[in-house]
């Protein structure tokens, strides 16, 4: 099938580190699907944070971590995955990364078990529909859809069966955009987030709070 002339950037091909900044900078996101009631406020974020440093030495780094100034044995530490549904994914009915998920549950385990106050792994479904929408308006109807449902049941089979492998204090969200119509990457489209479990709290060691308030005291 050969698609529309496309003028502007596919919001799946946004590199993982750069869509994780973009989310976790915006004024409303930033907020909105990280910050959750029982978390103290004002907390700042260090993003790609080296843990080879942290008590015990474990290997690997936090994607973002969250901390109040005056609380510093509340740390939150997010793991995050992208799961790409591009134009071709789109038209093949496939994911792409979307065995990723069993990656992320290793991760997010790994921090349960160093010892933060809050652990949450989120997966962040990255969905361009400009051409598959562009198609379907040829009818001369506006369509903003995103996923199949053949390609959601295929979502949630997968994300079910990684809900089964974190830790109990571990809690998962699934974020969801949608670029559907051919626009810049986040002007027109839908988001959302849905917390399938929220993260259970566990009082954090002195040697690991100390490790942290280090972190946020750098530049």
Known sequence: ????????????????????????????????????????????????????????NPKGDIDILFSAPDLPDQAVAFQIKRIKCGINQLRN??????????????????LAQTGFWQVYAYVIVVVDAREQNAHQQKSGKLVFTGLSSELR???????????????????????????????????????GLHIRRFAKPATQSHDLTAWVSDVFSRP
């Open 93 to 110: 009915g496939t994911f792409g990364k979307l065995e990723e998920s069993k990656k992320l549950a290793q991760q997010a385990n790994l």
């Open 1 to 56: 099938m050969s698609g529309p002339a496309l003028s502007h950037e596919s919001l799946a091909e946004i590199p993982e580190e750069n869509l994780v900044d973009r989310i976790v900078g915006d004024m409303m996101w930033g907020r909105e699907f990280f910050h959750f009631a029982g978390m103290p406020s004002g907390m700042k974020n260090k993003q790609c944070v080296p843990l080879n440093s942290a008590p015990g």
């Open 153 to 191: 049941s295929k979502l949630e089979t997968a994300l079910s069966f990684t809900t089964q492998l974190f830790d109990s204090r571990v809690g998962f969200g699934e974020m969801q955009f949608v670029q559907t119509m051919d626009s810049a990457p986040f002007t027109v489209g839908t988001h």
